[in-house]
């Protein structure tokens, strides 16, 4: 079992920076895959960002890439989401993930845990 906790979200203006944490609980933190996930009021949950569970491995969604930056830091058993130039489609409360392949999936299936999200608005 893997428990899920982010943090990290808030009010922000165009163009600024959010970084946001995903901290785990459980032994086997490392061996896990890991990504974030966001959805709109009305919209359908979006892949932003995912993690192989070695870090050595990096996936984004369209609309982030070249924009936020996930990491793992498997010592501290957290994922980050790094959160450059944000724009007011970019709020959407976001949901951290874990799954137990190699790599990480685009698709909500493919993760077996998730947290319970935490609100990001960017405001134009």
């Known amino acids: 079992q893997v428990q899920l906790v982010e943090s990290g979200g808030g009010l922000v203006q165009a163009g600024g920076s959010l970084r946001l944490s995903c901290a785990a609980s459980?032994?086997?933190?490392?061996?896990?895959?890991m990504g974030w996930f966001r959805q709109a009021p009305g919209k359908e949950r979006e892949f932003v960002a995912g993690?192989?569970?070695?870090?050595?491995?990096?996936y984004y969604g369209d609309s982030v890439k070249g924009r936020f930056t996930i990491s793992k830091d498997n010592a501290k058993n957290t994922v980050y989401l790094q959160m450059n130039s944000l724009k007011p489609e970019d709020t959407a409360v976001y949901y951290c993930?874990?799954?137990?392949?190699?790599?990480?999936?685009?698709?909500?299936?493919?993760?077996?845990?998730w947290g319970q999200g935490t609100q990001v608005t960017v405001s134009s």
């Open positions: 993690i192989s569970w070695s870090g050595g491995a990096t």
């Open positions: 993930a874990a799954g137990t392949s190699v790599l990480p999936g685009r698709k909500s299936y493919e993760y077996d845990y």
């Open positions: 459980g032994r086997t933190f490392s061996s896990y895959a």
